[in-house]
């Protein structure tokens, strides 16, 4: 199958994340000082400049092998969802859509940690004084990429109970 018709929603995708991800990281790594921050929805919404070495939550943040861990299981990550995506059919615009969200989040804090040996974040999120950890353009993509992959597998599952229970009563 020609590139332009199986991959090009998948590519294109992952390169506005791409893109995206590492634009708004430079915008806040050259204006905001480290910790600095402006107050978008008071008690709910703030940016920030923020840098975490680990992963969600700063799991890993303090461990001397972080960096080759988490280069390694993007490589895996990355080899994975290309080998899943030459697998899917054309019409699966979905499962492509998705994938190039998790593909180009995954690139975009690679990037990071190669270049920096941590990932900026500079979204901040609170409930009053409940926090959510910072995160990124990245970061949501990925989120984002993961929740269309299991809504389209819990879709798949209900298909195919139906089918099967359609199939009981005949």
């Not at 920030?48 to 080759?68: C, E, K, M, Q, Y």
């Not at 040996?117 to 926090?131: K, N, R, S, T």
């Amino acid at each position: 199958m020609p590139f332009s018709s199986k991959y090009k929603l998948f590519s294109g995708i992952a390169l506005i994340v791409l893109i995206l991800d590492q634009l708004t990281k430079v915008y806040f790594e050259r204006n905001y000082a480290l910790g600095q921050f402006k107050v978008l929805i008071e008690n709910h919404l703030y940016l920030t400049h923020v840098r975490n070495p680990g992963a969600a939550f700063g799991i890993l943040a303090d461990s001397a092998w972080r960096l080759p861990f988490f280069l390694s299981v993007t490589l895996v990550a990355v080899v994975g969802i290309l080998w899943y995506l030459r697998t899917l059919p054309v019409p699966a615009r979905w499962m492509h859509f998705s994938l190039g969200l998790i593909f180009g989040g995954a690139v975009g804090n690679v990037i990071d940690r190669i270049r920096l040996g941590e990932v900026i974040d500079f979204i901040g999120v609170h409930w009053y004084q409940y926090h959510w950890p910072s995160f990124n353009v990245a970061d949501s993509a990925i989120s984002v990429g993961v929740a269309i992959l299991l809504l389209l597998s819990l879709q798949e599952e209900l298909a195919l109970r139906r089918q099967r229970k359609a199939e009981q009563q005949k």
